[in-house]
């Protein structure tokens, strides 16, 4: 769907993209990469379908029922991060109460995934909130993939 990528510290900035259904329980992935000054946030994860937006498919979209542990939502590949940090719920730097930070490095990318609903066809649009944080000297860049498997 999309990639997102750079070195300095943005604002939050909401994506959206469209999706046709092309199966019964597509997953939504994020793939995070990023060294070890830079964590990148997300927050307000949505799936609606194009014509009827007031419901949302995925379950947890703004974290806020995740204290310490993620809800509703999976992380792959977690225990290969290198230097960076492992993807956790974080209560600090978010839009509002609680959101998903990673801090995975680029060569072992850190995968948030969950699954929804959709009907073959029909539109969907898929949304979320992104701050990339950097918070350090050191040069490199930061790579968001996101897409649907």
Do not use: H
């Not at 939050?12 to 329980?25: D, E, H, L, M």
């Not at 993807?87 to 929804?116: E, H, K, P």
Request: glycine share 10%; proline share 2%; with cysteine.
């Amino acid at each position: 769907m999309g990639t997102v990528t750079g070195s300095a510290t943005t604002a939050w900035t909401r994506y959206s993209y469209n999706y046709t259904a092309t199966k019964t329980v597509p997953t939504l992935s994020f793939g995070i990469g990023a060294p070890s000054n830079i964590y990148i946030y997300l927050d307000d994860i949505s799936v609606v379908e194009t014509t009827n937006s007031s419901f949302q498919l995925l379950d947890n979209p703004s974290f806020e029922n995740s204290s310490t542990a993620l809800t509703g939502w999976a992380v792959w590949c977690s225990n290969a991060c290198g230097i960076g940090s492992v993807g956790a719920i974080s209560t600090s730097n978010c839009r509002s109460g609680n959101c998903y930070r990673s801090q995975c490095s680029l060569s072992n990318s850190d995968y948030l995934v969950q699954t929804f609903a959709a009907t073959v066809g029909r539109k969907y649009t898929i949304s979320f909130w992104y701050l990339r944080l950097k918070t350090g000297g050191n040069t490199g860049s930061s790579t968001l993939y996101v897409g649907i498997i």
